[in-house]
């Protein structure tokens, strides 16, 4: 399956995902059911530099890994058999934060399938700043239907 790239307005239409809990700006690269990289940019701008820490502003290592589950999502939820469908989080494994992510980082995100069986799977994943890892480890995730509003 070839490679695509997703601006905002695919993502948008792929994840049920809304400010301020939108952590991808753009994927980069797109093989459904099998590989995502995308960036977030990181600004000031961002709710939860409010609180975290105010006077020395850090990206919480869980914002982090969301931003690396919702490229995970988009891989998983742009195959055919998931359309407007969820993908939930069911584990977090061996996650390791190496470098503090601050306001003017670009966070790239890469999130590779490495196993997938009926509704369920695991991705490996790693966020880089200027191609230095400053996270990776494992998602687990579950892929269920929506609730009917």
Request: aromatic fraction near 6%; hydrophobic fraction near 45%; proline fraction near 7%.
């Amino acid at each position: 399956m070839p490679e695509e790239q997703l601006d905002i307005k695919k993502i948008l239409s792929v994840l049920p995902h809304r400010y301020p809990f939108l952590m991808v700006d753009k994927l980069t690269e797109l093989v459904p059911g099998e590989k995502a990289a995308g960036l977030k940019n990181v600004t000031i701008n961002e709710p939860f530099f409010q609180g975290h820490f105010p006077g020395e502003p850090i990206m919480p290592g869980v914002m982090i890994v969301e931003a690396l589950a919702q490229v995970g999502a988009v891989a998983v939820l742009s195959m055919p058999e998931n359309k407007n469908k969820l993908a939930l989080f069911t584990g977090i494994n061996n996650f390791r934060f190496k470098q503090m992510v601050k306001p003017g980082d670009q966070l790239e995100l890469e999130i590779t399938m490495t196993g997938m069986r009926r509704n369920l799977g695991k991705g490996s994943a790693e966020a880089r700043v200027e191609g230095k890892v400053v996270a990776s480890g494992e998602l687990w995730f579950a892929v269920v239907d929506r609730t009917e509003e």
